[in-house]
């Protein structure tokens, strides 16, 4: 049973830091791209970075400097550091993976539970 486990939400006050982290339990897989992305009410998911396998990085526009997406492939670990965080940074925020099952060879896509990150004084 592959699931993904995230941690490092919670309330900070506008200027502060949270680090997001993502990992994929289980066995018989290994893990292709992975990303973060997040939810605001009455927003739709909207991506916010994301890595491939060998380190290559996206982020969205209004994350860019503020944000790093970091990954420790030995661990099927994802890491979201989040500095100089904004009221609008609100949301629940999601971790998703690309894993290859080795009993199937077919990749599939996974979600965490989400975790609320509140940005408020």
């Known amino acids: 049973q592959v699931q993904l486990v995230e941690s490092g939400g919670g309330l900070v006050q506008p200027g502060g830091s949270l680090r997001l982290s993502c990992a994929a339990s289980?066995?018989?897989?290994?893990?292709?791209?992975m990303g973060w992305y997040r939810q605001a009410p009455g927003n739709e998911r909207e991506l916010v970075a994301s890595?491939?396998?060998?380190?290559?990085?996206n982020y969205a526009a209004s994350v860019k400097v503020r944000f790093t997406i970091s990954r420790d492939n030995a661990k099927n670990t994802m890491y979201l550091q989040m500095n100089s965080l904004k009221p609008e940074d609100t949301a629940v925020y999601y971790c998703?993976?690309?894993?290859?099952?080795?009993?199937?060879?077919?990749?599939?896509?996974?979600w965490g539970q989400g975790t609320q990150v509140t940005v408020s004084s």
């Open positions: 998703n993976a690309d894993l290859v099952r080795f009993a199937t060879m077919k990749q599939h896509d996974y």
């Open positions: 289980g066995s018989g897989f290994v893990v292709n791209g």
């Open positions: 890595s491939t396998r060998g380190g290559s990085t």
